[in-house]
């Protein structure tokens, strides 16, 4: 049966792990909306056109480790202020979003624009300084050359591209759940989050 559980929130907030570990425990698919606008993002970087580049993605653009570096998420988040570029990717999440196993979709409109319908939706979000320490721990420990403070400028700078922009702006639908993981740990609001997932299969 269909069961769609949108997950939004700003970057590192949570909703990359919250997201896998939902999926593990009820055995849904999990889409990372967020790898959809990297890989268009990355594809400028090498000079393909924006709209373009969402026109022709293919699942194999998804799977590269290289997705994850902060100029990425930058050039993730200036594609994603082009309507075009979102209106290539709509038909592929609301597909994905339809699977009998259910699913579970994150990214920054999902509960708004792409499954209003979704049976559960959650926001999950933290300080910017919570997230930006957590993003930079976890970038200098794969090796990337970053700081603190640039990596609180650059979350700031993208929650407000995403939160500003005219087109699906970041916004907890009304009726979502909202999660704030600031003074959670992970195993806690990971719990938050099946425990809201029951409460609606129940
Ligand atoms: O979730 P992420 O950090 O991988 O997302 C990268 C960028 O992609 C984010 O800053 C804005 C954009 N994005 C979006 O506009 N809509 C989504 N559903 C997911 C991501």
Same mark, same amino acid.
């Given at each position: 049966m269909e069961f769609t559980v949108a997950i939004d929130g700003p970057a590192a907030a949570g909703k990359g792990t919250i997201s896998k570990a939902v999926a593990a425990h009820f055995g849904f698919a999990h889409l990372d909306t967020g790898l959809l606008y990297r890989a268009v993002g990355a594809k400028v970087l090498d000079g393909v056109e924006p709209i373009e580049a969402a026109r022709n993605l /293919? !699942?194999? %653009? @998804?799977?590269? &480790?290289? @997705?994850?570096t902060s100029d990425i998420a930058q050039a993730a988040s200036k594609v994603a202020v082009i309507s075009e570029v979102r209106a290539a990717l709509v038909a592929f999440q609301r597909t994905f979003a339809q699977q009998d196993t259910g699913a579970v979709l994150d990214g920054r409109d999902i509960g708004t624009v792409i499954c209003p319908d979704a049976a559960v939706k959650l926001y999950v979000t933290a300080s910017p300084e919570c997230r930006a320490e957590r993003r930079y721990l976890e970038l200098s420990a794969k090796g990337? %050359?970053? /700081?603190r403070d640039g990596v609180l400028a650059d979350v700031k700078a993208r929650d407000a591209r995403d939160s500003g922009r005219? &087109?699906? !702006?970041m916004r907890p639908a009304e009726d979502a759940i909202l999660i704030d993981?600031? %003074?959670? /740990?992970i195993e806690e609001a990971v719990a938050r989050a099946i425990e809201a997932i029951e409460a609606v299969r129940a």
């Amino acid at each position: 049966m269909e069961f769609t559980v949108a997950i939004d929130g700003p970057a590192a907030a949570g909703k990359g792990t919250i997201s896998k570990a939902v999926a593990a425990h009820f055995g849904f698919a999990h889409l990372d909306t967020g790898l959809l606008y990297r890989a268009v993002g990355a594809k400028v970087l090498d000079g393909v056109e924006p709209i373009e580049a969402a026109r022709n993605l /293919t !699942p194999s %653009d @998804l799977e590269s &480790e290289a @997705l994850r570096t902060s100029d990425i998420a930058q050039a993730a988040s200036k594609v994603a202020v082009i309507s075009e570029v979102r209106a290539a990717l709509v038909a592929f999440q609301r597909t994905f979003a339809q699977q009998d196993t259910g699913a579970v979709l994150d990214g920054r409109d999902i509960g708004t624009v792409i499954c209003p319908d979704a049976a559960v939706k959650l926001y999950v979000t933290a300080s910017p300084e919570c997230r930006a320490e957590r993003r930079y721990l976890e970038l200098s420990a794969k090796g990337h %050359d970053v /700081t603190r403070d640039g990596v609180l400028a650059d979350v700031k700078a993208r929650d407000a591209r995403d939160s500003g922009r005219a &087109e699906a !702006p970041m916004r907890p639908a009304e009726d979502a759940i909202l999660i704030d993981t600031s %003074d959670m /740990t992970i195993e806690e609001a990971v719990a938050r989050a099946i425990e809201a997932i029951e409460a609606v299969r129940a």
